[in-house]
């Protein structure tokens, strides 16, 4: 089994000309996941890690089953409107346009060592916004991961100041 073998490709979402990769089979299958999961955690290493990042939506997933193993508290980064409390915002651009992430204030601590999670590392913009809320807060970035990195859209150097890994590289 290749973890590969559970992304869907969806041509034209969410407009023309972008080819989504699709990790909802991926989620539907129990095995997959743990042997996702374990390809994640072998990225970690022994990395000292206090927090984990899921950024909205899709890094949640992982980013909480992450913390879960690695017994360490999850920070959930969101769109506008959506955290209760007081938030840092960031404003980024994507692959098909221009958003803001939010993190709550209080949700690092100064010093805090943070691995930031998402599913896909596209254009490296989500990924920079998350990095810039987590050093608002005052967290050290340990390391940025993805289940998957698009290569050609050179994502990974918007990130060039931290660790990147990935499962896959397409």
């Given at each position: 089994m290749s973890i590969e073998d559970y992304i869907r490709d969806i041509q034209d979402f969410p407009k023309r000309g972008v080819v989504f990769k699709d990790i909802t089979p991926l989620l539907g299958d129990p095995i997959a996941v743990n042997l996702c999961l374990d390809v994640l955690l072998e990225k970690v290493g022994d990395k000292k890690?206090?927090?984990?990042?899921?950024?909205?939506?899709?890094?949640?997933?992982?980013?909480?089953?992450?913390?879960?193993?690695?017994?360490?508290?999850?920070?959930?980064?969101r769109k506008p409107g959506k955290l209760p409390f007081e938030t840092f915002k960031e404003p980024y651009s994507l692959e098909y346009g221009m958003d803001v992430l939010e993190i709550h204030e209080d949700a690092i601590q100064k010093g805090e060592r943070v691995l930031i999670h998402d599913d896909v590392l596209a254009t490296g913009g989500t990924a920079r916004a998350a990095c810039n809320l987590v050093k608002k807060c005052g967290g050290e970035i340990v390391q940025c991961n993805f289940i998957m990195q698009i290569d050609f859209l050179r994502g990974n150097e918007k990130l060039k100041s931290y660790e990147v890994a990935s499962v896959l590289n397409y």
């Open positions: 890690i206090d927090k984990v990042v899921g950024i909205e939506s899709r890094g949640f997933f992982f980013g909480m089953l992450l913390a879960q193993k690695l017994n360490v508290g999850f920070v959930p980064i």
